[in-house]
């Protein structure tokens, strides 16, 4: 669409409302990257997204948001008193400042202010990510994963995430005579031959190596696993544990630098704050939970007479975001990736993407998330609770593109359905079954 049509459409809009007497915000598409006007947003474009554009798979629909992402008011004022008060130590631990020691709990981000000049910027940015994802305490993700080639599905599969936060979580700390820092199983539930196949991850408060479990119902008994199978393909996808949310690896597992900052757009379903939606009462405060009527993701092959590519996400708009751009290298030589640049918001510390290359140095794929900002009424809470995420593929041009939130997929945040009891070899033996 040109300039000028859009700008006789933003009219037209602006009239509408001044008849309606209704106060009209500003249109909520400002205009549409394609290839043709690359250069009017090239400069805020990862080069991986920029080349998807060119080369015609993604229409980018520019956007601007309606509220300035931040966290509620409790985790704010916690991070503001945390500032000064812990360090890095030399295995990447974060640490009391004065003592050396680590602490048993920490709430809000470590690290409010990161100094670009300081050798620990890195790792500090990416600990205070990890604490905006732990804040969530207790959740329960379903997620509908599409794999795709270029000609379209290949095939669907689809799991249900449930995590515990033992650090960082809202409300009083659990017990934790294991010293784990969180939980989590990955419950595949479909298809059949998938189906019962569940992944138990702990977690370890210091610099321990995850310990890793595998139940395959096949074999009916369960096996330990490596903390390299965490970057290992699952169920045939392009996806890995610790592609969850950009990242979910250990932050001692890699060496990490603060390489720069910049503006980046973003996807976003809406431009608005998801709203979450109140659920139980329970010891630790209010379940909350995402709307079954929100606004999911529609993939390019969902769309009838759609010409990109299938795993582009059509009606997601993009947004200006200022990120730090952080470099992490896995110290493990067995790891399935090599050198990777997460692009980290400089106000929320939500990570939004990330760049891999392989263990050789070639790019191999994007990871991207959308912005995931989702807030109960009144900003009493808020939580990072994406709708859509995608793992792009380009060395071999395919694509697994996962959707979370949205119409009949309920994220539950802060919930007692999921109990601490679960994550043990006999939570992980029930659930596969």
């Not at 948001?65 to 503001?80: I, Q, V």
């Not at 400042?97 to 981000?109: K, Q, T």
């Not at 890699?254 to 379903?269: A, C, E, H, I």
Request: hydrophobic share 40%; net charge neutral.
């Amino acid at each position: 669409m040109s300039r000028g049509r859009c700008g006789i459409l933003a009219l037209l809009v602006s009239l509408a409302a001044a008849l309606a007497g209704a106060a009209e915000p500003s249109p909520a598409v400002t205009r549409e990257i394609r290839a043709g006007n690359l250069a009017e947003a090239g400069q805020w474009l990862l080069p991986s997204i920029r080349r998807w554009v060119e080369r015609g798979d993604f229409v980018l629909r520019v956007g601007e948001l309606r509220y300035a992402p931040r966290w509620d008011e409790e985790f704010l004022k916690a991070s503001t008193a945390n500032q000064g008060r812990y360090a890095i130590d030399a295995e990447l631990n974060v640490v009391d400042a004065r003592s050396g020691a680590r602490p048993d709990f920490v709430f809000g981000l470590p690290f409010p202010a990161i100094d670009p000049s300081d050798p620990d910027a890195g790792v500090k940015v990416m600990w205070n990510r990890w604490y905006t994802v732990y804040k969530r305490t207790q959740v329960r993700v379903p997620s509908h994963i599409h794999v795709l080639g270029r000609e379209g599905l290949v095939r669907d599969v689809e799991a249900l995430t449930t995590t515990v936060a033992y650090s960082g979580r809202e409300g009083e700390p659990l017990a934790n005579p294991e010293q784990t820092e969180y939980r989590e199983i990955v419950l595949q539930t479909s298809p059949s031959y998938v189906e019962g196949v569940a992944t138990l991850t702990w977690r370890f408060r210091d610099e321990r190596w995850d310990s890793l479990w595998v139940y395959v119902p096949l074999a009916r008994r369960v096996r330990q696993a490596t903390s390299a199978n965490r970057s290992d393909a699952l169920a045939g996808t392009d996806v890995t544990l610790d592609d969850a949310l950009v990242w979910a690896g250990k932050n001692q597992s890699f060496t990490w630098k603060l390489v720069g900052s910049q503006d980046v757009l973003v996807p976003t379903m809406s431009l608005d704050p998801q709203p979450l939606h109140a659920g139980r009462r329970w010891q630790n405060g209010t379940e909350w939970m995402t709307g079954a009527d929100y606004q999911g993701v529609l993939w390019g092959y969902q769309v009838p007479g759609w010409t990109g590519a299938p795993w582009a996400p059509t009606n997601a708009y993009w947004v200006k975001r200022p990120v730090w751009v952080v470099e992490g290298r896995p110290r493990d030589r067995y790891y399935s990736y090599g050198r990777q640049l997460f692009y980290v918001d400089r106000d929320t510390f939500q990570a939004y993407a990330k760049v891999i290359d392989t263990p050789a140095g070639e790019y191999w794929k994007t990871v991207l998330v959308d912005l995931g900002m989702s807030c109960a009424p009144d900003n009493q809470r808020c939580y990072p609770v994406v709708a859509m995420s995608l793992f792009v593929d380009d060395k071999n041009d395919r694509a697994t593109a996962t959707s979370v939130a949205g119409p009949g997929s309920v994220v539950y945040v802060n919930t007692p359905r999921v109990r601490a009891e679960q994550f043990t070899l006999q939570g992980l033996l029930k659930q596969g079954k």
